[in-house]
């Protein structure tokens, strides 16, 4: 990668559709790669929620993140020798967005249905492309994803609660600066290692919150065991399969094809929670799926 792009601190990252990758078979693996990354992770986030009555939306995150450190670290056995000062900066810097993108989504969660919470979550992926692919079709594409926003609110979020929608979109903030610190990470660490240190680096962001939060109910057998069947679904499958598929695509591509996963929650949702979608509500969450679609053809004509 050898163009940047401003990040929001006034620092530079480098521009994610600059990463080459060739068409064909290791392209079409990467998309369903992330296709069943995230139908896991949305139906995961669904059965989490069964989970917030007992532990709380802290404690489950804890459960989540801290079982998933366990079973990566296990699996990958990262090298911890031999890397520059330069390449720990990216792995805690990713551990940091990986837990406090899982954070902030599950405060979203317990407050709002979980569709509505992709459906925010995601303008943070879908604004990364559209920075990272800077033309003008890209703004009509963002201003598409706002009209579904604004659609969702009804032209405001009291219905939904606005501290579930700042949860929200704060989560999104930190799914953007995942995606091109895991691209980045990718790059610099072999196989599995750099996700299995950032989400030990996560582990300890998260545990000492979700205990504070719950205390001893997270030593509860079926607490554990729905913890480690939701660490499964929602974290050690579906970021393993994210790593894997940022290998073989650009992080704008990766970014936009996000754009199925407010559907994909919705349906969770409603199957899993008994969460239904007013018309209006499933319009608002078209728009953005179909915004994020656009988005991706966009940037591809950059590559």
Do not use: K
């Not at 064909?24 to 992330?34: D, E, Q, S």
């Not at 509505?116 to 890209?138: M, N």
């Not at 997270?218 to 913890?227: D, I, N, S, T």
């Not at 199957?271 to 239904?276: A, F, K, N, S, T």
């Amino acid at each position: 990668m050898t163009s940047t792009t401003p990040a929001p601190s006034g620092t530079s990252i480098p521009a994610p559709r600059l990463l080459r990758h060739p068409a064909g078979r290791g392209t079409l693996g990467g998309v369903g790669l992330v296709l069943a990354g995230t139908l896991s992770v949305q139906f995961g986030s669904a059965f989490a929620a069964l989970l917030f009555p007992r532990a709380g939306a802290l404690g489950t995150v804890a459960l989540r993140v801290a079982f998933a450190a366990v079973l990566l670290l296990a699996v990958a056995r990262p090298r911890l020798r031999g890397y520059a000062r330069g390449d720990w900066a990216v792995a805690v810097g990713f551990g940091l967005a990986l837990g406090g993108m899982n954070l902030l989504f599950y405060q979203a969660v317990d407050r709002i249905p979980l569709g509505a919470a992709v459906t925010f979550e995601v303008l943070g992926p879908l604004l990364l492309s559209v920075a990272v692919s800077r033309r003008a079709g890209s703004l009509l594409w963002a201003a598409l994803a706002l009209a579904g926003v604004f659609l969702l609110g009804r032209g405001g979020f009291d219905g939904l609660g606005g501290t579930g929608v700042a949860f929200a979109l704060g989560a999104g903030a930190m799914w953007a600066a995942y995606i091109v610190l895991a691209a980045r990470a990718g790059a610099r660490f072999p196989r599995l290692d750099g996700l299995a240190i950032a989400m030990a680096v996560a582990a300890l962001v998260s545990l000492p919150l979700g205990i504070g939060s719950a205390g001893a109910v997270l030593l509860e057998p079926g607490v554990l065991a729905l913890g480690l069947a939701i660490a499964v679904m929602s974290s050690g499958v579906p970021y393993t399969l994210e790593l894997l598929a940022l290998r073989r695509l650009p992080a704008a591509t990766f970014a936009v094809l996000a754009s199925l996963s407010p559907a994909v929650a919705a349906v969770a949702g409603y199957l899993v929670l008994g969460q239904g979608l007013s018309p209006l509500q499933c319009a608002a969450i078209a728009l953005v799926v179909v915004a994020s679609a656009g988005a991706v053809r966009t940037g591809g004509r950059d590559r």
